[in-house]
């Protein structure tokens, strides 16, 4: 199972255009495009909206931990979280060492396609604040696509009046609509995915290596012992 989500959520005074209705907007158009095909993948993709990201990732936490509860869990070979992202310029692997080469595979292959696509991948830079956290301490490997929007238009406007349609190109949903789209259509076709799910003592080591403990314990959310 492939497992791709965004926060329907947003701030009381923000309309929510770039987080994230954009996001919102690329699931349902990834979903109604997929369900739309005669042949079916071979991973099944679950489609998630999630609520009360900004509150604390709320919705995010409880489908995992409903994932746990079924025993459902291994089954989650990838998450992909789209939020604040319009106009996708490239994927970033978050250090997962297979993820990596995979999405410079696909990179080069949407940009054979697409001359207008900017292929730049990242592999280490992620934020532990957002929906794809709890997936990550549960050791499922994470694409999260890359900003394509000049940061200096979306910085100064998400969770403000400001984030309002008018920043959202229609191609920048194209784009994400097509790009994301593809990788998505090339991992749950795949005969086996390029990173596999960490255990319990991988993922706790793979957290202390990209130095998140400090942030995770500030949250709450380490969940292994206080002194290592
Ligand atoms: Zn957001």
């Known amino acids: 199972m492939i497992v791709i989500g965004a926060h329907l959520d947003t701030w009381d005074l923000s309309p929510g255009a770039i987080d994230n209705g954009v996001g919102v907007a690329t699931v349902m158009d990834i979903a109604q495009h997929l369900v739309s095909l005669p042949k079916k993948p071979k991973r099944t993709i679950h ?25 459902q869990i291994d089954n989650i070979k990838y998450m992909i979280n789209i939020d604040m992202m319009a106009n996708a310029k490239g994927f970033n692997s978050v250090g997962h060492k297979g993820t990596e080469q995979f999405i410079e595979m696909v990179g080069k292959h949407i940009a054979s396609l697409d001359s207008t696509y ?44 400001r984030d309002t349609m008018d920043k959202v190109k229609p191609e920048y949903l194209e784009n994400n609509f097509r790009r994301i789209g593809e990788l998505i259509t090339i991992l749950a076709n795949l005969d086996s995915v390029p990173a596999v799910k960490m255990d319990d003592e991988q993922t706790k080591q793979w957290m202390l290596k990209h130095n998140f403990k400090e942030a995770l314990m500030r ?10």
């Open 47 to 71: 489609f998630i909206l999630f609520a009360a990201e900004e509150q604390g990732l709320f919705g995010s936490f409880h489908n995992v931990d409903l994932m746990v509860e079924n025993k």
């Open 118 to 161: 900017p292929n730049i991948n990242e592999h280490k830079k992620f934020n532990p604040g957002v929906d794809h956290k709890p997936y990550m301490l549960q050791g499922i490997p994470v694409i999260l696509p890359v900003q394509g929007m000049d940061p200096k238009m979306v910085r100064p406007t998400y969770h403000t009046d």
């Open 219 to 228: 949250t709450n959310n380490w969940r292994w012992e206080a002194t290592s």
